[in-house]
């Protein structure tokens, strides 16, 4: 088949840490598929931009993936400049495309809904079918983050859009495992056909986790402690990372002399919370600073423990379907996490454990526990870890993400 993915962020994973798309090609191709991954010129949380001139597009093959660029102005922040972006890669999309061979499915991710609602009409116009891939909720995330009111006319607008998207849409993949009961909420069921929904959570390649020549070591001596019970975080480090939560359950452990939390990452929080640690005199953090993501599995490995904090909201309850967790699993270490959720994947799958949001103390005991547990118990969380995680490669997940494709690809509209 003739697959085209409509991603805004999907440029190369060394450019932009979006994995999903580039494996989900790379794999779709190595089964004889023609995959084409369209993305905006632009790269998220930079000032680069793939396309220097006045081009509207540009094609490139990219480590045997095929690439289409569409300019897209570059912005900074979440302001009118973002706003602009988003529609210069929409529009293009309707411009652009037509330049190609006709698709025989469209999967179109949300990272913004304009991408879905040009994906439901492209595949009217090209007689072929939309899948649509769900990765944030839109408006709600908005709401909850404060950019947008619940009752604005704005709001309103976009929650109608989401349900046209859903009702019009051949297929919908959530990211998160909550889809149905989230349209159910909204009042969308008796319109909406559940029965066209899955699920595609994030996932990882575990061929890096476990093939020794793919695994790029990390020198750090900190890592290779033995006598330390190394409690691990990888990733940004913004308010919506809860950051404090981390700092304050160090607090809570610095007696412990044997404990240390190392945090790789980094952000616009990263000196403030550095302040944070000498004002209180917390001495057991140690800021590692960012590290390219192919480390991540040599560090991860040599941790003990897994460390994942974050805002618990509406968003939340639906489920999570962070990178971060499924890099955790595919170490083969326990993870503690203090975001709340309906749907749990750390504690059905038995390799982690959640505790309440914002208590530091509780976070603090669970990575107590952790730290005096027997080693019969630890190994249980870990051996559940390895195997829970297997249905996160991202192998297993094309083939899903296939059977669905073939599954609503009989006939035209």
């Known amino acids: 088949m003739n697959i085209w993915l409509f991603n805004h962020y999907a440029v190369p994973p060394n450019l932009y840490p979006l994995a999903r798309p580039y494996y989900f090609a790379k794999n779709l191709q190595k089964k004889g598929h023609k995959v084409t991954i369209f993305a905006a010129s632009s790269v998220h949380l930079s ?38 972006n988003f529609f210069d890669y929409t529009l293009r999309l309707f411009t652009q495309t037509k330049k190609f061979n006709k698709p025989d499915v469209i999967l179109a991710t949300s990272v913004h809904p304009l991408t879905c609602a040009a994906g439901i009409l492209l595949a009217k116009k090209y007689r072929c079918k939309c899948v649509v891939e769900i990765a944030d909720l839109w408006p ?31 297929a919908i993949i959530f990211t998160m495992s909550g889809g149905k009961k989230y349209i159910a909420d909204q009042g969308w069921d008796h319109d909406v056909d559940l029965n066209k929904i899955s699920y595609i959570n994030n996932g990882v390649d575990l061929d890096i986790y476990y093939d020794q020549e793919q695994k790029e070591k990390y020198p750090d001596s900190d890592l290779d402690d033995k006598n330390v019970f190394k409690v691990i975080y990888t990733g940004s480090m913004g308010k919506a990372n ?3 939560d981390i700092l304050d359950a160090a607090d809570r452990l610095k007696t412990c002399k044997n404990i240390r939390f190392l945090l790789f990452g980094g952000g616009y ?27 991540i599995p040599n560090i ?27 890099d955790y699993m595919a170490s083969g ?27 530091a103390e509780k976070l603090a005991n669970a990575v107590y526990e952790f730290y005096k547990m027997s080693d019969t118990q630890y190994r249980e969380y870990c051996t559940h870890a390895k195997e829970a995680v297997k249905k996160y490669d991202f192998k297993y997940l094309t083939n899903e993400l296939e059977k669905i494709i073939y599954s609503d690809v009989s006939g035209v509209r």
């Open 47 to 84: 000032d680069e931009n793939l396309i220097q001139d006045h081009r509207p597009m540009k094609a490139q093959r990219i480590d045997g993936l095929r690439y289409v660029f569409l300019k897209a102005r570059n912005y900074e922040g979440n302001g009118l400049q973002r706003i602009l």
């Open 140 to 170: 709600l995330t908005l709401v909850e983050y404060g950019a947008i009111k619940e009752k604005q006319l704005i709001t309103k607008s976009l929650y109608a859009l989401e349900h046209w998207i859903y009702k019009k849409a051949d």
């Open 242 to 244: 809860a950051m404090y």
């Open 269 to 295: 929080l990263e000196q403030e919370l550095k302040e944070y640690c000498t004002r209180k005199k917390i001495e057991n953090v140690v800021f590692k600073g960012k590290v390219n993501k192919q480390y």
């Open 300 to 326: 991860l490995s040599k941790g003990n423990l897994n460390i994942m904090t974050g805002i618990s909201d509406r968003i939340s309850d639906y489920g999570l379907s962070m990178n971060k967790m499924f």
């Open 333 to 359: 270490k326990p993870t503690v996490s203090n975001i709340k959720t309906n749907f749990d994947i750390l504690e059905i799958n038995q390799c982690g454990v959640s505790v309440e949001p914002g208590d």
